[in-house]
């Protein structure tokens, strides 16, 4: 799924920059060569953000862990 439509960025892009080591908007942005644009990435982004600081939900640690 796109998370920035202007700049053709995918979810699946973020988590690699977030895996990276980015840890907000403005380092995603940049690391992925988004300019300024309409904006309205960056709540998405914030939203990845927090997931991956939270972990994995707790059915997935559940099943990992078995």
């Known amino acids: 799924m796109y998370v920035c439509v202007c700049h053709a960025v995918t979810e699946d892009v973020v988590r690699e920059h977030v895996a990276a080591g980015a840890c907000s908007a403005k380092e995603v942005r940049?690391?992925?060569?988004?300019?300024?644009?309409?904006?309205?990435?960056?709540?998405?982004?914030?939203?990845?953000?927090?997931?991956?600081?939270?972990?994995?939900?707790?059915?997935?640690?559940?099943?990992?862990?078995?």
């Open 30 to 66: 940049a690391a992925c060569g988004m300019r300024p644009g309409c904006g309205s990435c960056v709540n998405r982004i914030c939203a990845m953000l927090q997931e991956s600081m939270a972990g994995p939900a707790p059915t997935e640690a559940v099943e990992a862990a078995a």
